[in-house]
């Protein structure tokens, strides 16, 4: 019998998310609501189970070594329930607000969840695909939630056609790499692999469809087309969801399938990354200059964001794992509260679309405006914010890795970024406001806002706390 | 007592607190905090070893170990004069503020406050990434106070700026990481101490190059500088050019010159044409001008071709000279070049403040729009003639001795060199003065300039105080110079040991 209270934490949000999923059945009409309030319960009691459960050092396996909890499991899981707790609360209103279902939206975001926790949790790649894929089916039928909204409808069909093109390309590479190494088990594969040298012609051909997998599940270039698509038709509050926590759970995924398996043929996915991350970094940044829509402005700075984690991945160095993982993290937190801005303008019934939409938002809500002048400037990558050291930590591992042309690369386009960042500031402290009243958000969506902006400000001058903790995951 | 984090951290919170306090008394308390930071910074003057070339006030504490990077602090001959110019520059610049900002002056005084403690930082730092953070954080409030209080073009200027400076330091950042990468320390004085190669060099001194030409500003990377300092707000501009340009001139000498020598030497004459283009050059581009803010912008740009000009020059005074580096010809350019620096400081600010009061008494920059205003305004008047003699270089004031010191030095070297630098004289004399003349002097103008009041007991303090500088390290410059010496004969030391 194996350990399987490893998995309590899973185990536990299935159950909430079965309870919540049939409570809400039973329900009145105004009582809906209610569903809000359990699923935070559900992320708090799982976050402190996960906890409760982590090992201090080392990896414990479950399941007959399918199931895996180690110091990188730990911190993802958390990071991904804190952020996902972020999410409801800014999403709260908005559902409310645009009648989408309650209980649909949480259940489906709670699975989305359990998905994300079971792939970062994941030592054999079934495993890691079925977590996968319960969390892709959850965000295709989020995208979809509002179904009588045509541009909704839409992107969830181009995102579920392109998602299972994609997923199918991954199951494709791990039959390859299972036919070549015999083993589903990503510690067996490497033993495997490192036995054969640099590997079969196999194992390479199913590598190359792995990292096209990856690739389009992270939404790295040139498997981007979905994202902005996505982010505009999605409902506000669902592209917050994506643009969030997946990208710590992908950032798993990548460390799972390349580093914990596939480790001894990193120089052949060196190559692949670095393509991938040059085009995110160049194709993200270039095309987000030309954007009038906010969340596809936004979409392709995802895009570049991803070019940066990839290039911290590709640096093929704990270092570089590290400072991916403290990226993906940073950067989730970031658009967190860059969604919870717009989210948050749009409940007075002002719908925030455009960029101009953000015109005079000093004028009319100096601390919104604050907290999202804060976020944007993070995102370019300037002192005193958070994410110049996530900038810092991966352009510092790919210069180790002797790749300072990469990195060159890198921080011209985000000078180019720049710009597009200081438009939306200058939107908001330089001009004056379309319409005077000012935003009103419900306390509770103020305070975390002010403290997601404030975090962001805190990280930035004691960057050491979370940095810490995403070394020790890789044993630094 | 950590001195430097004080003065860094209180003008930081000072700043926080004073965003707060709300309008009505913000400007009381942002008057008192710059004072104790002032205050703070004398300390660094008393407290200073002159007879010592190593840091002092040395403070130290581990940040980020994982990467090595410290919140190490310290100050030498260099840097302390500079902090104690900007906590200087930063009570003029609250004083100037007082009733002229009526839209959100506690945020106003706020950017200044925190921009002031950034600036601090800068040169305080002696870990290379803390003086990087330091050195982009100030970009911030800078394009806020453009970008809220500036003029009609403010957008495009201040994005300019932010854009412009943000891409050269990028460069710096990733030559920091690499060197870095070698030593596994990001200190200054690591760097100052790793063996590079020949190419390694040449590449570095070009990131640091892009970085500090664009901050302090040379020809050609000095567009954004002009734009700037016209739609900036009086003070803004004051801070611009008396502090941020500065951050440039330091760089130069922190980093360029000690942590690649050789290619600091083989690449001299770059800087040095450079250098004597934008004496020249922007010295007959300032003749031109129109608008008295720009004008003085120009004239930034060339009073600061005689910074770069001192520093680079010292290659060809060595080569020249039968005594090498041993020469005292070396020393004063380089100490020529900080004189300059910190006078500038003061003579830029007060320019500034001088076109800022007219400015808030007509909303007119233009000269064409004055004349004659000596005869409503005899004080401001005074003032303005001893800023613009100050600016033109006359002997008695500080603007003199920088400039002499580093023409001096360059006969050494070439003295063609010399000859172009020392034109500076006559066009420096050239373009202030005629703007004076068409101001100041003449008869009254129009019926605007007629019903021009003089300057209020709080325009004479500021004015006041900066006059007193001006005359004072003119007369007697002496313990500007003990205080550096030390430290510009071991900084010749490092110039002079080859790393290959």
Known sequence: MDNLGLAAPEMFLLCAICLILVGDLFVTEARKPLAYGLSQIALLVTLILTWWISPETGAVTAFGGSFIMDQMAAVCKSWILVVSMGVFLYSRDFVNSHKITNGEYYTLALSGVLGMMIMVSSSTMLTLYLGLELLSLSLYAMVAL?????????????????????????????????????????????????????????????????????????????????????????????????????????????????????????????????????????????????????????????????????????????????????????????????????????????????????????????????????????????????????KLAVLSAAVKADLTWLALIAVIFSVVGAFYYLRVIKYMFFDEPVEPQPVLAAMDVHVGLAINGAAILFFGLFPGLIMAACAAAFGL | MPILSLIIWLTILGGLLTLFVGDQRCRMLALVISIIAFVFSLTLYF?????????????????????????????????????????????????????????????????????????????????????????????????????????????????????????GSVFMLVALIYMGSKTDSFAIQALHDLPLGSTAQTVIFFAFFIAFAVKIPMWPVHTWLPDAHVEAPTAGSAVLAAIMLKMGGYGFMRFSLPVVPDASAQLSWLVILFSLIAVVYIGFVALAQSDMKKLIAYSSISHMGFVTLGMFVIF??????????????????????????????????????????????????????????????????????????????????????????????????????????????????????????????????????????????????????????????????QPMVDMMHATIENLVQHVTTSKL
């Not at chain 2, 729009?369 to 004031?397: H, Q």
Request: hydrophobic content about 55%; some cysteine; aromatic content about 14%.
């Open chain 1, 146 to 390: 509002k179904r009588t909204d045509e541009r909704s409808a839409e992107a969830a069909m181009k995102y579920f056609v392109l998602g299972a093109l994609a997923s199918g390309a991954l199951l494709y590479g791990i039959s390859m790499i299972y036919g070549a190494t015999g083993s589903l088990h990503f510690d067996e594969i490497a033993i495997a692999l490192s036995a054969s040298g640099e590997g079969s012609t196999a194992a390479m051909f199913g590598l190359a469809f792995l990292v096209v997998g990856i690739a389009f599940k992270f939404g790295a270039a040139p498997f981007h087309m979905w994202v902005p698509d996505v982010y505009e038709g999605a409902p506000t509050s669902v592209a917050l969801y994506i643009s969030a926590a997946p990208k710590i759970a992908a950032f798993a995924l990548a460390i799972r399938f390349l580093v914990d398996g596939l480790e001894t043929a990193h120089n052949s996915w060196q190559g692949m990354l670095i393509v991938l991350s040059v085009l995110s970094i160049v194709i993200g940044n270039v095309v987000a200059l030309a954007q009038v829509s906010i969340k596809r402005m936004l979409a392709y700075s995802t895009i570049s964001h991803v070019g940066f984690i990839l290039l911290g991945l590709l640096s093929g160095s704990e270092q570089g794992y590290s400072a991916a993982m403290f990226y993906a993290i940073t950067y989730s937190f970031t658009s967190l509260g860059a969604f919870g801005v717009i989210l948050a303008m749009d409940r007075m019934g002002v719908s925030v679309n455009l960029l101009t939409d953000l015109r005079g938002l000093f004028r009319r809500s100096p601390t919104y405006a604050c907290v999202m002048g804060i976020l944007l400037v993070s995102m370019t990558g300037v002192p005193p914010t958070v994410g110049f050291y996530a």
């Open chain 2, 47 to 167: 407290g200073f070893d002159n007879t010592t070339a190593q840091m002092q006030f040395v403070e130290h504490a581990a940040w980020l170990p994982s990467f090595g990077i410290n919140y190490s602090l310290g100050v030498d001959g260099i840097s302390a004069p500079l902090i104690i110019l900007t906590t200087f520059i930063n009570i003029v610049v609250v004083i100037s503020a007082w009733e002229v900002i009526q839209d959100k002056p506690a945020m106003y005084l706020a950017s200044f406050l925190i921009m002031t403690g950034f600036m601090v930082g800068v040169f305080a730092a002696t870990d290379s990434i803390l003086f990087y953070i330091f050195f982009e954080a100030t970009l911030l409030p800078m394009f806020l106070i453009i970008g809220i209080w500036g003029g009609p073009r403010r957008v495009y200027a201040t994005i300019k700026f932010f854009l412009y400076t943000f891409f």
């Open chain 2, 316 to 477: 060809g005074i060595m080569a020249n000279s039968t005594e090498g580096a041993a020469d005292g010809h070396v020393v004063m350019a380089l100490e020529g070049a900080m004189v300059q620096m910190i006078s500038h400081g003061f003579i830029s600010a007060a320019m500034f403040l001088c076109v800022g009061v007219l400015y808030d008494r007509m909303h007119s920059r233009q000269i064409a729009d004055y004349g004659g205003v000596v005869n409503t305004m005899p004080l401001f008047a005074a003032f303005m003639v001893f800023f613009a003699m100050a600016n033109a270089g006359l002997p008695g004031t500080s603007g003199f001795v920088g400039e002499f010191m580093v023409i001096l030095a360059t006969f050494k070297a070439n003295f063609w060199y010399a000859f172009l630098a020392a034109s500076t004289l006559i066009l420096g004399a050239a373009y202030t003065l005629w703007m004076v003349k068409r101001v100041v002097f003449g008869d009254v103008a129009n019926e605007n300039v007629a019903a021009l009041t003089d300057i209020n007991r709080r325009e004479k303090y500021m004015l006041g105080l900066l006059a007193a500088m001006v005359l004072f390290f003119g007369l007697w410059p």
